[in-house]
Each structure stands twice: as structure tokens, then as C-alpha cells.
């Protein structure tokens, strides 16, 4: 089993940046594919971002490509997401999630631990 800790959500103009940071702990943490979700008032949990085990395979939501980065640093037992380029529409609670298959996914149900999340607003 794996703990999952997100941080770095806040409140922030449009046109700003973030970086969100997931810590994880339990299980090897190199075992997971890692995702970011966000879910706004109201709207179903959506698929953000996702990175392989590895680091060798990244997808992206088509509403965030160019604008977001999911990172991993493995030694840390961290995942990572920079948000650039920050939307009214990108305010959310933003999850991490994990995953014991090899690839990436946007799919919810795929995914087997969940952070807590941590609030995103973008104001205009």
C-alpha cells in the first residue's frame, strides 16, 4: 500500500504558475504509474496528467498540454506538476494517484491509491 501527500496547491492570477508535489510513502514508490486528476465543484474527477514508472512515457489532458509538466523523482519518492500559463477554468482540487500498471492512464478506476488534494484557484 502506498500514502499518497499532495502540496503546493494556493491562489494565483491567471497567466501565474504553480507546482504541485505528490510525497509518497509505503511500497517502493518506482512500482506505480503516477496521474494528477482535478475535480471542480459540481464536475466529475478529470484526468490531468499521468507519468510511467520510469519517466519514459508522459500523456496529457489535450486542455493542459503545453501549459503542465508531470515530473518524477524517484529517489525522492515524489511526483510533480508545474502548472503554467494558469486558467480561470484550471481551478480545482487537484489529486495524485497511483497505479501498480506499467503505462499511463486517464482512466479513474485504473488507479488504486489517492491523495487527499489540494485546492487550486485561479483567479482573473
Known amino acids: 500500500q502506498v500514502h499518497l501527500v499532495e502540496s503546493g496547491g494556493g491562489l494565483v492570477q491567471a497567466g501565474g504558475s504553480l507546482r504541485l508535489s505528490c510525497a509518497a510513502s509505503?511500497?517502493?514508490?518506482?512500482?506505480?504509474?503516477m496521474g494528477w486528476f482535478r475535480q471542480a465543484p459540481g464536475k466529475e474527477r478529470d484526468f490531468v496528467a499521468a507519468?510511467?514508472?520510469?519517466?519514459?512515457?508522459?500523456y496529457y489532458a489535450e486542455s493542459v498540454r503545453g501549459r503542465f509538466t508531470i515530473s518524477r523523482d524517484n529517489a525522492k519518492n515524489t511526483v510533480y506538476l508545474q502548472m503554467n500559463s494558469l486558467k480561470p477554468e484550471d481551478t480545482a482540487v487537484y489529486y495524485c494517484?497511483?497505479?501498480?500498471?506499467?503505462?499511463?492512464?486517464?482512466?479513474?478506476?485504473?488507479?488504486?491509491?489517492w491523495g487527499q488534494g489540494t485546492q487550486v484557484t485561479v483567479s482573473s
Open positions: 509505503g511500497r517502493t514508490f518506482s512500482s506505480y504509474s
Open positions: 507519468i510511467s514508472r520510469i519517466s519514459g512515457s508522459l
Open positions: 494517484a497511483a497505479r501498480t500498471g506499467w503505462g499511463t492512464s486517464d482512466r479513474v478506476y485504473e488507479y488504486d491509491y
